[in-house]
C-alpha cells in the first residue's frame, strides 16, 4: 500500500505528459502589414487555404492581417485589392517558407510594388517579389 499512492502520482503525471505533447500541435503565424506609401489608400486583403478560408480584412496603414496556420502543409492564398488593381500572391507556400519564415512566423509587408518578406538575415524586409496580377473577370 505504501508504493500505490507514489504510483498512482507517477502514472497521472505521465498520463498528463503524454496528453499535452499529442494536443500540443504547432501553428505558423502569418502576418501582413500595409505599408503602401500613400497614406490614404486601404487594401482589402483575403486569404484562403483549399481547406480554410481566411477571411477578408479592410486594412489602413500600418494596420495588420494576422492569421494563424494549424498545418503547414497547405497553400496559403491571398487578394490585395486597392486603387492600383487587385493582385495576388501565395503568402505560404511549405515547401519555399518553412525555412524562410523564422520561429513560425512570416511577417510581410504589403507594398504598391508587391510583398516583402522579413529576412532574419539582415532584420530587413528585403525578400521581395512584384505583384501577380489577376486576368479582369470574365463577362
Known sequence: MRYVIPLFFMMLLALAMKKGVSQ???TTTVMLTDE???ERVDVTV???SPDEDF???K???HYDYIFKLQSDTKVVTCTFDWLWGLFTYDVYV???DRDRCTNHLCRYIITRRGLC???PITLLFDICE???ELPPPKA
Open 46 to 48: 483575403h486569404c484562403w
Open 55 to 57: 477571411g477578408s480584412e
Open 94 to 96: 511549405p515547401s519555399r
Open 59 to 61: 486594412l489602413q496603414k
Open 130 to 132: 512584384e505583384w501577380k
Open 24 to 26: 500540443d500541435v504547432p
Open 36 to 38: 503602401l506609401e500613400a
Open 117 to 119: 518578406l522579413h529576412n
